[in-house]
């Protein structure tokens, strides 16, 4: 009997609910771990009426007895880690003795310092003069992958050798000050002794929870053992595949989870990709079935009972109807094998909804989701309209079936335009709150 290893990745533009349905799933797995992004993403769960934000640690870690990874592809922010360690402690959802028994961090994941936040705030400050603003958290996500990239970075590894610390510190901080003082004509000072020693004292706290999370990874499929990758943001904001250049910087599909980790393609058997019933964007960036213009009472209304605010930024969500030609694509780059569709509860009462079936670009009517940013600006949604579906009491239905039957009749549309099945329906923000029609992680 081998057991299936499951991605779960955002369908949209992140928000989308993975926190909850990562929760679920964490009681099939032995090992959920996270491959790519930073605390610029946050996942809201309610477990028992009580509301948990995580933002680098994976959502299982509210599930006894698992061990949770933080892969090589995040971008590491020391502080933020011991914030969310320090209150789950108090909660009591680990260990004061222990904590590091259920969280490993990637020695080969790279480090956010100050500098990348410093950088990163005084980018969009300076973008904004202009009106290009991307709309990024400033919490130091792109620099800190720039550097990476850049072959400049710090890796987690390093925060436990003083020596090659300090070099590397220094070459950073040379570079930094050259932009801060010439660029963006900052008169802020970057002070390489303190950052050396508050990266050291981090360090020393940081050093049980290192480890070669690869070659955990790799016992673990040795083993037989389940495992869920767990992905931040979502496919419409792939620094690759996403609304270029207002994404982040990062791979957020699922093949972000093979060189976030470094297992192989084989070793995936599932992807879930997670989609609410309507369609939401924070920040900057063409949205083709936004309706803050055209529909702003109905905007209003599904935020209001949404309750469409970021879990990292608070930042208002920008809200339209659910668009199947983007899902279409997020299935294809994505290699989806299932739907999670979530908050179908808040087109609860309304009339009617609408779906976008196709675009019309130019004079033209196209099904298929455009490369530039600047025609996804220009496109003009084509939009079946379908009833709505009255209130119900989930907690009375037994299976889906039970459902509004308009309500089912809109699972259907969608499962029969993008060929994929929606294995998971979500009516609420809890636990409980949950129909698992399928599960991905049954043996075969």
Known sequence: MKYRN???????????????????????ADYIVRYQGG????????????????????????????????????????AVFFEEVDSLIEAGALSKENPHDAIRVSERAHVILPYHRLVDRLREEHASKDGKKIGTTVRGIGPAYEDKVARRGIQVGDLLRPELLKRKIAVAIEEKAVLLSHHFKSSEKLDADQIFAECLKLGQRLKPFVSDVRNVLANALKMNRPILFEGAQGTL????????????????????SLTGTGIGPHCITEVIGITKAYTTRVGSGPFPTEIEETEPETAQKIR????????????????????LVALKYAVEVNGITGLALMKADVLQN???????????????????????????????PAYEVLPGWNSYDAKACKSVEDLPEE?????KMIENFLGVPVVLLSTGPGREETFVIQDPFRAR
């Open 6 to 28: 499951v991605v779960v990745v955002g369908a949209q533009w992140g928000d989308e609910g993975k926190g909850k349905v990562v929760d679920l799933y964490s009681h099939k």
């Open 39 to 78: 605390n610029n993403a946050g996942h809201t769960l309610v477990v028992q009426g009580k509301k948990t934000v995580l933002h680098l640690i994976p959502s299982g870690v509210l599930h006894p007895g698992k061990v949770c990874l933080i892969g090589n592809g995040v971008v590491f922010d020391p």
């Open 237 to 256: 904001l792939d620094i690759d595949h996403g609304t270029y250049p207002y994404v982040t910087s990062s791979n957020t599909i699922a093949g972000g």
């Open 304 to 323: 209001k009972i949404g309750a469409e605010f970021g879990a990292t930024t608070g930042r208002m969500r920008r809200v339209g109807w659910l668009d």
């Open 350 to 380: 309304f009339d009617h909804v609408k779906v976008c079936t196709a675009y019309r670009l130019g004079g033209n009517t196209i099904y298929d989701w455009p490369a530039a940013a600047e025609d996804l600006e220009k496109i003009e």
């Open 407 to 411: 309500l089912r009749s809109y699972l």
